[in-house]
């Protein structure tokens, strides 16, 4: 019986790591496995913030719909002079301004014979996918991101498996199993790198993109009402006729 439990410790013994060898660490880890491909993600990485915060500044409510601009556009549109109506749109970078403006432009470029109020609505629903494409284009690269990462980082961990194995070419097949250890936990540390990177990406994008469609929702649901006013104002113009006020929205 002793003599088994002096087997057993000493088989211990002979497995676990010295006590004074220094563990290995995350911050270790990235230090030994910086390359090329931890580069990139360490890029990516600062990107993809930079792009969160940017979307998060620039896609809100405030700013797309801010309440004072509907209210104005609101009052505008029911019978103010067409010149007031002119002059704001083009001062504001709001949706609904933005389609406004779309409508009115329009209505300059087609000159004396006017623009018929079809024409019209079509270059305002022209305008208003224009403006909710370019929000989405403002947060597909967070989808790139991280579509991209768990690739890079699976390139990074066969390229450093790779290195590896190549290590124990060079040495005869006799490379040591710390060593050979060493080599795969960096090499498999890429696509620790790649996964970190890809899920809050992603995340971030599935939030963003349902901020953007609710947004898009709305402002189309406030904007399709000044259209009409304005679309109106535009037929009662060609026809020489002059629309009651609070009879027509």
Partial sequence: MLQTIHALASTIAQTEPASGAPAASAWSLFVQSIDLFTIVLAAGSVAAVALLVQSLLEIRRDKLLPEAELLRLDTLTRGGPRSELVGYVRSRESFGAAVLRSMLEAEDAAGPTGLSDAAAR??????????????????????????????????????????????????????????????????????????????????????????????????????????????LRMADKNTGTTSAPGKKP
Wanted: with cysteine.
């Fill in 122 to 231: 079509e270059s305002a629903q022209m305008q208003a996918d224009a403006q909710c494409a370019r929000l989405l284009r403002r947060i597909e690269p967070l989808s790139t991101i991280g579509n991209m990462a768990p690739l890079v980082g699976l390139a990074g961990t066969v390229w450093g498996m790779i290195l590896a194995f190549t290590t124990i070419g060079a040495e005869g097949g006799t490379a040591g199993p710390a060593q050979l250890s060493l080599g795969i936990s960096k090499a498999l540390f890429h696509t620790l790198l790649g996964l970190c990177l890809a899920v809050p990406a992603l995340v971030a994008y599935g939030f963003l993109r349902s901020r953007v469609d609710r947004l898009c929702d709305e402002a189309l649901s406030h904007t399709n009402i000044l259209v009409e006013r304005v679309a």
